[in-house]
């Protein structure tokens, strides 16, 4: 028997996520509310675009998700 190749995404809103992580998961509070705000934070569009702030920090500039794998490869098998 194969499995099914569907997989089907449907939204949940930020309260429904939160009773999860509350009542299913028993996540701890501090935990939870930072959960919900960076779902909001996401939802908000404050995560969208780019800015220079890790370069401005450290002065190096970031790494794509590709570079950091390949950098330390050995590390993901």
Do not use: C, W
Not at 30 to 59: C, M, P
Request: glycine fraction near 6%.
């Amino acid at each position: 028997m194969s499995p099914d190749p569907s997989i089907e995404y449907a939204p949940t809103s930020i309260e429904a996520f939160k009773d999860k992580m509350e009542n299913l998961y028993k996540f701890p509070p501090f935990l939870v509310q930072h959960l919900v705000e960076v779902a909001q934070n996401y939802r908000d569009g404050i995560f969208s675009g780019t800015n220079n702030a890790v370069e401005k920090i450290t002065g190096t500039p970031p790494l794509s998700v590709q570079q950091f794998i390949a950098r330390n490869r050995t590390v993901f098998g």
